[in-house]
């Protein structure tokens, strides 16, 4: 069983800046890609943004620029760097990680979820 803890959401007033942490526990083969996502009240689970083993990461048109996601591999953890935050950030972060568990001898693949952090932009 692999688990994903979030920490840093919060309060923060427009323009102002936040970093969320997202750490893996538990037993697993490898992480394969990172990302995250955020839903707002009343609207779907939308992705903010990704990054993958080879380094490649992505981002949603409306973060590029002042977001930054980032990856400590030996900590098994990801970032979230989110600066010129805007009131239309507002909404609960969620980390997701793609893992290779081993089990009985195989490698499966498998998806995991953070408990989601609050970020609220003020005006």
């Known amino acids: 069983q692999v688990q994903l803890v979030e920490s840093g959401g919060g309060l923060v007033q427009a323009g102002g800046s936040l970093r969320l942490s997202c750490t893996a526990s538990?037993?697993?083969?490898?992480?394969?890609?990172w990302g995250w996502y955020r839903q707002a009240p009343g609207k779907q689970r939308e992705s903010v943004a990704g990054?993958?083993?080879?380094?490649?990461?992505n981002y949603a048109d409306d973060v590029k620029g002042r977001f930054t996601i980032s990856r400590d591999n030996a900590k098994n953890t990801v970032y979230l760097q989110m600066n010129s935050l805007k009131p239309e950030d507002t909404a609960v972060y969620y980390c997701?990680?793609?893992?290779?568990?081993?089990?009985?001898?195989?490698?499966?693949?498998?998806?995991?979820w953070g408990q989601g952090a609050q970020v609220t932009v003020s005006s």
């Open positions: 997701n990680a793609h893992i290779t568990v081993a089990s009985s001898g195989l490698l499966h693949y498998t998806e995991s």
């Open positions: 538990g037993r697993f083969f490898s992480i394969n890609a």
């Open positions: 990054s993958t083993n080879d380094g490649t990461t």
